[in-house]
């Protein structure tokens, strides 16, 4: 993924599970640069979604980047399963991993996917911010984890510009991503905080024209 241009990555938490071959198919149709999988256990958060077959059988399906969110507990467990899988990108959640979060980022590393560290609206950037340099994404939450549909929370802004200005002190390639209740109305506040990967859940499945949508993310 590269870090010049907007990239729409659509969770298909919103998705039609019965479909999901179908979904994945017209989310790369309809123009998706990335496609972000979140991965629920039910302990981190409360909510249960798929786990490493999901990654594997849509994997077959789509070239694009599949970005998964490991929402879960004792991350470092499951990294292996996930890179033989197929992910391209893990994030692990600084509040699962805690002081065993940059052994878990080299560990993701070692399988040869690019790694990511996630902090939820309450966390600051203070604690992740020995391992930012090492990461190939950071993303922040703007809601917090466990279902989609929900309203976005614009006091993560100030942290989305906080750790853009690391990125850029660090001269590193390292994507920003956002995640959680983006949508038209809020998008050009928060490309202009520096996210650059818009991760949009309900917007995209709940909107009539997917193309379109994804189209206006990237350019309003
Ligand atoms: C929430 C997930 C998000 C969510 C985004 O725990 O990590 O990726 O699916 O969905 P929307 O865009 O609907 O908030
Ligand atoms: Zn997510």
């Known amino acids: 993924m590269n870090n010049e241009k907007?990239?729409?990555?659509?969770?298909?938490?919103?998705?039609?599970?019965?479909?999901?071959?179908?979904?994945?198919?017209?989310?790369?149709?309809?123009?998706?640069?990335?496609?972000?999988?979140?991965?629920?256990?039910?302990?981190?958060?409360?909510?249960?979604?798929?786990?490493?077959?999901?990654?594997?059988?849509?994997?077959?399906l789509t070239t694009l980047p599949l970005d998964c969110h490991l929402m879960i507990v004792e991350p470092w467990k499951y990294v292996e399963k996930f890179a033989e899988s197929g992910a391209d990108y893990i994030t692990v959640h600084y509040e699962a991993c805690k002081e065993r979060l940059e052994e878990t980022l080299n560990l993701i590393k070692k399988c040869g996917v690019k790694c990511g560290c996630v902090i939820n609206p309450d966390t600051p950037v203070e604690k992740i911010e020995n391992v930012i340099e090492m990461c190939d994404m950071v993303l922040v939450m703007s809601v917090f984890p466990g279902k989609g549909g929900q309203k976005f929370i614009p006091e993560v802004l100030p942290k989305v510009e906080k750790i853009r200005k690391i990125i850029e002190k660090s001269g590193k390639d390292i994507l920003l991503e956002i995640d959680g209740g983006v949508n038209k109305e809020n998008v050009g506040i928060i490309k202009k905080s520096g996210a650059n990967v818009l991760v949009a859940g309900n917007t995209v499945f709940s909107a009539p024209d997917r193309k379109e949508v994804m189209e206006a993310l990237r350019t309003l």
């Open 6 to 60: 907007i990239l729409i990555a659509p969770s298909i938490l919103s998705a039609d599970f019965s479909i999901m071959g179908e979904e994945v198919k017209n989310l790369e149709k309809n123009g998706a640069d990335v496609i972000h999988v979140d991965v629920m256990d039910g302990v981190f958060v409360s909510n249960i979604t798929f786990g490493m077959k999901m990654v594997k059988d849509i994997r077959k």
